[in-house]
């Protein structure tokens, strides 16, 4: 059943406040469609779709470069192809597993999760979405490795990428499927697993580590820190965020 029809549960928490959240994101893309109505009206559609190919075009590049050397380094530079493996799991056994197939000629890669668990009656299931970013969020990391200069985040990164979820698994589960930990503490467990793939660092503590409580009136979240894997070339560390963050100070942390 859909967790809103199980007795004692409800299906989002506040409810008052992730609509105001959904009206706030609605009023948030109409405000870009406007801008960009203005945009086109002032610069014309060809002009400004030539300026999105101009970004996206450098972020696909850079991907394919990526993706090539990861074939010379793993399978050596007379090789066409290659597939990178990992599998692991998540507390309850339930499999993450993934096989990556790089192909030299196209820059390409497929990032195949056949063999993860079904979905699962707990909260860790992981919408395919978060599935997604866990594999932006990996590339941009490896690319963080050699890029030379600042990759623009955008669509242009995924161009080169397939992904494959089994239907109704943990990663792509029911609309009756309960997702809630899924962004937190799933995604994390994806990225250990895509850069174990990729032989470019040890995992982390897998999952963003949280304290919670609260009410029908409020809810309060805390993210706790873990450790960093070791990579080939620097040690791990203890006691820090890794990937994901709930709690940096934005003015201070960031903005300078």
């Given amino acids: 059943r859909a967790p809103a029809a199980v007795p ?3 299906g989002c928490r506040t409810l008052p406040d992730v609509l105001s959240d959904l009206h706030a ?4 893309n109409q405000k870009g469609i406007t801008l960009m109505r203005d945009l ?4 014309g559609a060809a002009t400004v779709t030539s300026y999105m190919r101009h970004l996206q075009d450098p972020a696909a590049g850079a991907v394919r ?7 010379d380094e793993h399978a ?3 090789a066409a192809s290659v597939q990178l493996r990992c599998a692991d799991q998540m507390d309850d056994g339930t499999a993450v597993a993934l096989t990556v197939t790089l192909e030299r000629e196209s820059g390409e ?5 056949n063999g993860t668990g079904r979905q699962v009656y707990g909260s860790t299931n992981c919408p395919r979405q978060v599935v997604r970013s866990a594999v932006l969020y990996s590339l941009r990391c490896l690319l963080n490795r050699t890029a030379s200069s600042f990759l623009p985040l955008n669509e242009g990164c995924m161009r080169p990428l397939r992904i494959v979820l089994p239907e109704n698994s943990l990663l792509s589960p029911g609309p009756e499927a309960a997702i809630v930990a899924g962004n937190v503490l799933t995604s994390q467990r ?3 697993v895509i850069l174990s793939a990729f032989k470019a660092c040890a995992c982390a503590q897998g999952d963003m580590n949280n304290l919670t409580f609260g009410n029908a009136r409020y809810s309060y979240y805390e993210t706790v820190c873990g450790g960093s894997g070791a990579g080939p070339d620097f040690d791990g560390a203890s006691a820090v965020h890794t990937h994901m963050t709930n709690t940096r100070i934005t003015d201070v942390e960031w903005l300078p």
């Fill in 8 to 10: 004692g549960c409800d």
């Fill in 25 to 28: 994101q609605v009023a948030a």
């Fill in 40 to 43: 086109v009206a002032q610069q």
């Fill in 65 to 71: 470069d990526l993706l090539r050397s990861c074939i």
């Fill in 76 to 78: 050596g530079k007379d």
């Fill in 109 to 113: 890669a497929t990032f195949d999760f």
């Fill in 190 to 192: 994806i990225t250990d």
